[in-house]
């Protein structure tokens, strides 16, 4: 799976690379995936293959690790729809595929999951769980819990209702799917749900949190990261933004979009739930990783989740019952004062508040958040979390908004900036015992890239205009970097190959909502194109181009 | 009478429109029809003949001269008004956004996949085209994309964006 494990550390054991030899790093083979636009998927490697999923049109490629330059075992091409990328958000990105007993699972662009023999690449089935002409999309990596094939759906901005369905291993039946809006039946909202805080807590929420019937066209997206603690019996994921982004058609709490849920994966129900951003007016989605850790807190062990999200807080929560431990800002922020620890829910800048046709200026983070979708790692041997994130801010003026299904259902005119300092990207190592950043290191673009953590004391993340670094786990020192062939939005990971040694790798291919404007061929003259991300990437086409390659590197043979 | 409203099928599409989209829809029919009376054009059809290719085999003839109706769109300030109201109205803009691009490619750019001249605008908008761009052909009438293309080709003058709102993009926020 992409997170390495249920709890999504993304911390590999292995300890080969190392702090004294990483320095000779290379290139051991490199593949290109064909496809030049963001490439967010982490490679999979299971039975001495690597697995990669492009993005659209989403081709698989097996590589066989056993031979000389890991060649082609097989390739699948799911031919999805074109007319699904005039419907994807942010560029047509995928975040790669899961591996379970044998098989290999997906999802497409236009709304389909796939399993394949990753023996062989054929198809053992296929499932289609939305519609393009609604607006949905799918780009999220599936997780496989208890025999369940775990899928949510994209397209927070242009009116989708969000979902989670579970869908069997063996047939692609759907067992069950938890709506992020309407009745409680549609939620899976039963009698064994108790949130912690009273305004999580009452009938039918996902209606009555919204005027007349805008919860069917309300958003609530899971594009993000599933996490499963298998003691508890329970999955965690939390869902995106409401829609529209203009935050005066939709009074009310706008439940259960940026959302944190914790659900029986056996049958979908939910146990609790805890609302990230009620009434979110600034695209704060709630869809970032959650690392499951057991740490302790004043003394006593405590089973939390870590999770660090748009609104730039970094959330302890005890995950057995929902509450939120601790919430500092892990960056900087001025739209959210605090986070209210006896209600749950943060305190609002009231300067910071958006309005239909007024121009509310410097909201710090912008509507990326001060971290997007792409997920932090955990290291069990320094005890921080290393997350890689932006330093954005931005101008935001909502206007009214009609929906038109499968159009864009935002509503505001958005211009990204840089935040104070003006380095737009920022990798933090952070303590969550003791609730502060230990070390930053300031980057000139966005982070748009995972992290991972190693035993070898070394944390690996790569930039957009095209660097993979790695650094000291401890001290944050760049230890190694290399400059591949285009941005790095992508995820790292390492592996054991064949001959018993370490290898990273990594996809580089820039693109995803930071990277639309070189893999979309934007125009830097508009700083309200790309949801108003040009407004801060106008200059990308200058550092780099656009390109599909995966790297893969170790240290030399001896 | 607007033409959306001739067509029962075009009506039962728009119907199925929020009443904030169908009023926004009938508004911009009634500027049309006081426009009329005006300068501003308006076409009860789409081009004669569009081709989306500047390749013809053999030395077959090259399409026919600039459509007529097209070139009573093509810069008209009424028109390009109008357009940018629908342009908004229909949320060509979520893709678009103010002629940079983002989910849709950068109108701006003077770069047209499918062809820059009014008519072959005109078609994409009508038609669809496969890599995402919908067909509107069944929502909305001639005039109306007549009204959108001319719209959408003033965007690529090559000058600064018109709609830019705020602060340049190399400003930092301070704390």
Redesign the interface.
């Known amino acids: 799976m992409p997170a390495k494990n249920y709890a999504a550390t993304r911390f590999s054991a292995l300890d080969e690379i190392n702090g004294a030899n990483v320095s000779n790093l290379q290139v051991a083979f490199a593949f290109s995936t064909g496809v030049d636009h963001g490439q967010e998927a982490a490679p999979i490697v299971a039975n001495n293959t690597m697995f990669i999923v492009t993005p659209y049109p989403n081709i698989v490629f097996a590589l066989d690790l056993t031979k000389p330059g890991a060649p082609i075992k097989w390739s699948y091409q799911p031919h999805p729809a ?9 560029d047509v990105v995928n975040r790669g595929a899961t591996y379970s007993d044998g098989k290999l699972f997906f999802n497409t662009l236009d709304d389909n999951t796939i399993a394949l023999d990753a023996e062989t690449g054929k198809v053992i089935w296929k499932t289609k769980l939305g519609d393009i002409n609604t607006g949905e999309t799918i780009t999220m990596a599936p997780l496989v819990v208890k025999g369940k094939v775990l899928v949510g759906d994209s397209g927070g ?1 242009l009116g989708v209702r969000g979902w989670l369905t579970a869908l069997d291993v063996a047939t692609g039946k759907i067992l069950w799917r938890a709506y992020a809006t309407g009745p409680d039946r549609d939620v899976l909202i039963g009698p064994g749900f108790r949130s912690f805080y009273p305004s999580d807590n009452g009938a039918d929420l996902g209606v009555t949190t919204w005027p007349g019937d805008a919860w069917q066209t309300g958003g609530g997206t899971m594009w993000g990261w599933i996490a499963y603690d298998p003691d508890l019996n329970l999955i965690y994921y939390g869902t995106g933004n409401p829609g529209p982004w203009n935050q005066e058609q939709r009074p009310g709490d706008n439940k259960w979009t940026t959302t944190l849920f914790a659900r029986d994966p056996d049958t979908g129900e939910a146990k609790w739930a805890l609302q990230y951003n009620p009434h979110d007016e600034h695209d704060y989605d709630g869809i970032n990783e959650q690392i499951l850790v057991d740490m302790n807190v004043d003394g006593k062990p405590r089973k939390v989740l870590l999770h660090p999200d748009r609104n730039g807080h970094l959330y302890v929560v005890d995950r057995e019952s929902g509450e939120i431990i601790s919430a500092n800002p892990y960056g ?1 922020v ?1 739209s959210v004062l605090g986070i209210d620890l006896k209600t749950g829910r943060p305190v609002m800048n009231p300067d910071k508040l958006t309005r239909v046709g007024v ?1 509310v ?2 909201i ?1 983070p912008t509507a990326s958040g001060l971290k997007d979708w792409n997920p932090s790692a955990f290291s069990p041997l320094t005890g921080l979390m290393y997350i890689p994130h932006e330093n954005l ?1 931005m ?1 935001w ?1 909502s ?12 509503g505001a ?1 958005v ?1 990204s ?6 380095n737009r990207g920022e990798f933090t190592a952070w303590d969550p015992v003791e609730r502060k950043a230990v070390w930053t290191i300031k980057e000139d673009l966005p982070l748009w890239s995972g992290a991972m953590a190693t035993a070898g004391g070394l944390v690996f993340y790569g930039t957009m205009d095209g660097w993979f670094k790695a650094v000291d786990a401890k001290t944050g020192e760049l230890k190694w970097q290399f400059k591949t062939g285009s941005g790095i939005i992508g995820q790292p990971v390492a592996y054991r190959g064949p001959d018993g040694h370490e290898y990273v790798a990594i996809l580089s291919g820039v693109g995803g909502w930071a990277g ?1 404007i070189v893999a ?12 108003g ?4 990437m ?1 200059d990308l086409k200058t550092k780099t181009a656009a390109g599909g390659t995966l790297y893969v590197f170790a240290l030399p043979k001896s | 009478m607007c033409s959306p409203c001739r067509n029962p099928e075009r009506s039962k599409v728009i119907a199925r429109l929020r009443p904030i989209a169908v009023a926004a829809l009938l508004a911009v029919a009634a500027n049309n029809a006081e426009a009329q009376q005006d300068t501003a054009p308006s076409a009860g059809r789409g081009p004669n003949e569009v081709s989306v290719t500047s390749l013809f085999p053999n030395g077959a003839t090259p399409p026919r001269p600039p459509d007529a109706i097209g070139r009573r769109f093509e810069g008209n300030k009424l028109a390009i008004a109008d357009g940018e109201l629908l342009f908004n109205q229909m949320n060509c803009t979520g893709c678009h956004f103010n002629g940079g691009g983002g989910m849709g490619p950068a109108l701006m750019s003077g770069h047209w996949r499918y062809g820059g001249r009014i008519e072959q605008i005109y078609e994409s908008i009508a038609q669809g085209r496969p890599n995402g761009m919908p067909s509107w052909q069944f929502v909305l009438g001639p005039t109306q994309i007549w009204d959108l293309a001319a719209y959408a080709k003033s965007l690529s003058v090559p000058a600064p964006s018109a709609a830019s709102q705020t602060a340049a993009p190399d400003t930092s926020v301070k704390p």
């Open positions: 074109a007319a699904s990328q005039g419907v994807a958000c942010c901005e900087y001025n121009v200026h410097d710090c801010c101008d003026k206007r009214s908004v009609s929906y038109i299904a499968g159009t864009p259902f935002v005119e211009v900036k840089a935040g104070p300092g003006g639309a979309g061929d934007l125009d830097p003259r508009d700083p309200t194109g790309a949801l991300m040009i407004g801060v106008a």
